[in-house]
């Protein structure tokens, strides 16, 4: 089969190969033909060589995606072949840990992820494991249902650290896939204002954070940003910041702008060291929270706000074939949209 495989360390050592279609099931696996995979941040800083975090080379990319189930192994009783489906993205957890054993496999300490230190979906098929799969509705369709992944990672920013109280003040730093989903997600808890800051580069995407419901948006290579942050309402700035940008400089930001007794959400991965003293943190009293993946239960919610129609992440998608990753890959990089999706169009087994 066709995949999409980073095959060595090195900026741009990603290239189409032909690979095995995955053929061991074990008694609880499930083999997906992919119908849509999506193009993660992550995927591009693999692709760069600038990723924060070990991989596993060579790796078929991709851990955002949707599909048919293929075949099923022996054990598995809640699908079938013909299923649509989405699929978590830890392909392995110990499930012995006490994370894993109290519902918090996202932080267990084995875990190990597709597209990352396991085989993903960028490809025609993928295996993986009946206890993270969920199904599709009739109304999603495969794109919007590949989008489920990063939405649910705004989900656990958003809706479960983040705390929204109706009227509250929100500033989201970084107007990317996650940053978006996540100012479609805030929109629910009915905040008073929802600000989101962007660059100049940003244009098309800032746009697409107007359309989900950004009241404002601040451009922070031609504003002050914090200032900007203050001069809305009481000026002590607001109840909550989400970072999805990953650098030091928006965490910095974030810090001076917060209110005392706010929360910060930290989103965003990034390598490079803080570089900054964290005591106005400190006398603030505020709260620096990390959010990282997702869990089962808040798949089930945002596949049923999907349903709903109450939020939708394909306005700010684009989509191609697998062979054409790379101008996917090149024109996500370039901002000139928020999310691509390759289409593998696998061939039935």
Known sequence: MKAVVNYQAGAGMVEIRDVPVPSKLGPKDVLIQVKAAGVCGSDLHMYHDIQG??????????HEFSGVVA?????????????????????????????CRTGQYNLCPHRRGFGVLEDGAMAEYVKTREAIVHKVPDSVSFEKAAMTEPACVAYNAAAHHFRIRPGD????????????????????????RLTVVGTSRDANRLEIA???GADSVIIADEQDVVREILAYGDGFGPDLILDAVGISVTLQQSIK???????????????????????????????????????????EKVLLLMDKGEIDPLPMTKSYPLEEWKTAFDEMDSLRHAKSILLPGGREL
């Open 53 to 62: 975090f070990p991989v596993k080379r060579p790796v078929t990319l991709g």
């Open 71 to 99: 075949a099923t192994g022996p054990e598995v009783t809640r699908f079938q072949a013909g299923d649509r489906v989405v699929s978590e993205t830890p392909a392995y957890v110990c499930e012995t840990c006490i994370y």
């Open 169 to 192: 003040y929100v500033v989201v730093f970084g107007p990317g896939p996650i940053g978006l989903m996540c100012v479609q997600i805030a929109k629910r808890f009915s905040p008073g």
């Open 210 to 212: 107007r359309t989900f």
């Open 257 to 299: 702008a917060v209110r005392p007794a706010g929360q910060i959400t930290k989103i965003g991965w990034g390598p490079a060291p803080v570089g900054f003293s964290l005591d106005p943190l400190i006398q603030k009293a505020a709260r620096l929270q990390g959010s990282f993946s997702h869990t089962y239960p808040m798949w």
